[in-house]
């Protein structure tokens, strides 16, 4: 697609367009609960150090150009760029944050490829199921470990594999409002 074509496409009401350096164009659902989840992870990621590795939408480098920008991540503190990306290698924790066109990706796909490359914490914080799934010990294709936390339940506190721990406020991440319908 050009960016011509692309700047005149009309894309669905509710969704954001990503371009990423590679050429690739991503369309994904936005919502508030969606962007206040990210804004309440990322304020519990302050336990760990104002200047501590933490992104979000950021394009992480995978093997076989499955890159990807995860809605958050917590990175080794030594990790370093590669040009303007991150390697996967440098990853400590991965979250997705569910949309309701994201739903299969986030609990399927990305769990698969998560586990594939290793990375040693994947967490699906889902809004609409009130829930949070911590999967553990990748396997290279999956994780032997996953572990269900429900929406107001205290603090989750998260081993990382460089010693430290993320603990995140089950009682503070949002839930979608109903629209009355």
Known sequence: ???????????????????????????TAQSEEHSSTIRSM???????????????????DFPADENSAPDFAIMREDAQRQGKRYGFEDVLLIAEVVS??????????CTAKYGRYGIPVYVIVDPYAAE?????????SD???????KYGSGKLPVELADGRTYTLDLDELPRPVSDGR
């Open 1 to 27: 697609m050009s960016v011509d074509a692309v700047l005149h496409t009309e894309f669905p009401t509710g969704y954001v367009v990503f371009f990423g350096i590679d050429g690739k164009v991503v369309m």
């Open 42 to 60: 990322q304020i519990d990621s302050l336990a760990l150090g104002r200047h501590a590795k933490v992104i979000s939408d950021v394009y992480i």
């Open 100 to 109: 309701v066109s994201s739903a299969r990706a986030d609990y399927d796909d």
């Open 132 to 140: 949070v799934v911590v999967h553990t010990r990748p396997t290279g």
């Open 143 to 149: 994780y032997i470990a996953a572990h269900t936390h």
